[in-house]
């Protein structure tokens, strides 16, 4: 904070304010921790006691099982194609200058934008005229467009700390692009890697909308949230996302970990002022 | 190509420059194809769609304008149009004010150590189960969940508070929080403190400070995260189902419905189309906002 200003309101204020973010970012998830050791089917708070046979109903439940296993297939092979291609786009944005750089850089962060409804719909269409909708391998090409970017992203910024001339002086120095690439380029960047696979993993195994569109029969875990949603109130929902939450929110933590040590510095003048 | 310093000899230069070529290739070419395979093709075979018809319940290749005209003279539409519009817009705009005093607070009050740890946690639910959250706030919300519960207890009535447009702004806030407090934190963050300095120096008070120097160096940033909040609310249609319960038809719900109802793929390809048209519009302009030179 700079020694000179003093704030608008009270401290108290801008510290309130964050509470009630922080409030309302985590009750929904507190809540289904909470509710997903009830022994009432229905949650309310006058809870009649703890129970864990919900997580013992989920983990007995045969299609469940199978929309895990094909969570974690489509989320593995999405996270490895998505961080293989984002650091691919970010290596070639920092190393070289092409003709249409800027379209390619355009299109890349294109998808984010694009309502997940209408991607899922456009993807249902294509994936029907080449024969692949309703399989597994067409959520994994879908996921991967909306995953790559995030890996790019974060790719990007740890090459942006990366100095330029480095990988020339090898080169000249007689080391082949390769071998500098894997010298020097790899090392620096391997974090930023692991937080992107980390990342993409979260990204895929979380999204819904373009699975139910195009997986057909084979349902992901969040798809088969969805199904559960649309019919009625069911206990088991808390566990599954007690569960998800922890995968996701360490993985996603780990990865934050990771890029927010590299790049904190980066993010604020303060530090370098 | 300008920047290979690949050690060339005279005699095999111009493998040499091939060999750079293809290396580049290699890195410069995947995600493009993979994202004009797999992003543009399918939505431009969307907006082929838009014009062909439906025969005998068959999507049937064609060129016909009769999906556009059929959704663009539906009056049912438009009211769809402008009400996903104008809530989306409003929700982003709360959004945006409701992360400000975060913002401020984890870009000005926290040290910069204590900032990205609250950053880190202000993100992390952003990737965690969106489904199972709004399922929470069902808990929450209906009645004789939590907060009615605690509204009795305390004396009140306890009503429902689900299909409110207060139950869908809940909705559109889990989804969008995360994204506008990074993108708020950050354009807070790197407002220049020797400006800020100064301007105390010179006797400015903390008000005008925050209104004449912080809030137009922020700007961009600032409506980035209305945006993005926009972006984020106008095309999700999971809190407008089971938060809003149906009250609110907005144009996702339309998409879907149509797709799954009636097979009416051109149908819902124009009302897909319409919602991107709107989408790019209000990104252009406010971005263009958002970058403009003051005065």
């Known amino acids: ?273 | 190509m300008t920047s290979s310093a690949f050690p060339a000899r005279t005699s095999g230069r111009r493998f040499h420059f091939l060999f750079n070529r293809a290396w580049q290739a290699l890195w410069v070419l995947p995600l493009p194809a993979w994202l004009l395979l797999f992003f543009a093709v399918p939505l431009g075979l969307l907006v082929a769609i838009s014009f062909w018809s439906v025969v005998n319940y068959r999507l049937t290749p064609d060129a016909t304008l009769s999906a556009w005209r059929y959704v663009l003279g539906l009056d049912f539409l438009w009211a769809s149009f402008w009400r996903s519009y104008g809530l989306s817009m409003a929700s982003a705009v709360a959004i945006s004010l409701l992360a400000f005093p975060a913002s401020y607070a984890m870009a000005f009050v926290a040290a910069p150590r204590q900032r990205l740890i609250l950053l880190g946690f202000a993100i992390a639910p952003f990737f965690t189960s969106y489904l199972v959250r709004i399922y929470s706030w069902q808990v929450f919300l209906t009645e004789g969940g939590v907060i009615s519960s605690v509204v009795q207890a305390l004396g009140g009535k306890g009503e429902s508070l689900l299909n409110t447009y207060f139950a869908l702004f809940l909705g559109h806030a889990t989804l969008a929080l995360p994204v506008v407090l990074i993108l708020q934190t950050i354009a807070l963050a790197n407002v220049d403190r020797t400006g800020i300095s100064a301007a105390a120096n010179l006797g400015a008070r903390p008000g005008a400070i925050l209104f004449r120097i912080i809030l137009p160096a922020a700007r961009p940033g600032l409506t980035l995260g209305l945006l993005f909040a926009f972006l984020l609310s106008y095309a999700e249609f999971v809190s407008a189902s089971y938060l809003g319960g149906g009250t609110f038809q907005t144009l996702p719900i339309l998409v879907t419905d149509l797709v799954r109802a009636g097979q009416q793929w051109p149908r819902a390809a124009v009302v897909s189309l319409l919602m991107i048209a709107s989408l790019l519009v209000t990104a252009f302009v406010t971005v263009l906002w958002a970058y403009r030179e003051k005065g």
């Open chain 1, 1 to 273: 904070m700079p020694p000179h200003l003093k704030h608008a309101l009270p401290k108290a204020f801008w510290i309130a304010g964050l509470a009630l973010v922080f409030l309302l970012l985590y009750a929904p998830i507190l809540s289904a921790v909470l509710f997903s050791f009830s022994a009432d089917r229905f949650p309310s708070l006058s809870m009649s006691g703890f129970s864990t046979k919900w997580y013992a109903q989920v983990l007995t439940d045969r299609a469940m099982l199978e929309a895990l296993s094909n969570s974690l297939t489509v989320a593995g092979i999405t996270a490895l194609i998505a961080t293989a291609l984002g650091f691919a786009a970010a290596y070639a944005d920092y190393r070289f200058r092409f003709v249409g750089q800027k379209a390619v850089l355009a299109l890349a962060l294109l998808p984010p934008t694009v309502p997940l409804v209408i991607l899922g719909l456009a993807m249902l269409a294509f994936f029907s005229r080449i024969g692949i909708a309703g399989t597994l391998a067409a959520v994994v090409a879908a996921h991967v467009v909306i995953a790559a970017p995030f890996a790019m992203a974060v790719c990007r910024l740890r090459l942006a700390q990366l100095d330029e001339t480095l990988e020339t002086a090898a080169q000249n120095l007689g080391a082949l692009p390769h071998s500098a690439l894997a010298r020097i380029v790899l090392p620096h960047t391997l974090p930023a890697i692991l937080a992107a696979f980390l990342i993409t993993f979260a990204v895929s195994f979380d999204e819904y909308v373009i699975s139910w569109f195009t997986g057909g029969l084979n349902q992901t875990i969040p798809v088969a949230v969805l199904t559960t949603l649309q019919g009625q109130v069911d206990p088991t929902i808390h566990v599954i996302g007690t569960l998800s939450f922890s995968v996701t929110l360490t993985l996603v933590l780990i990865a934050l970990a990771v890029v927010l040590r590299q790049s904190g510095g980066a993010m604020s003048k303060e530090e370098t002022s």
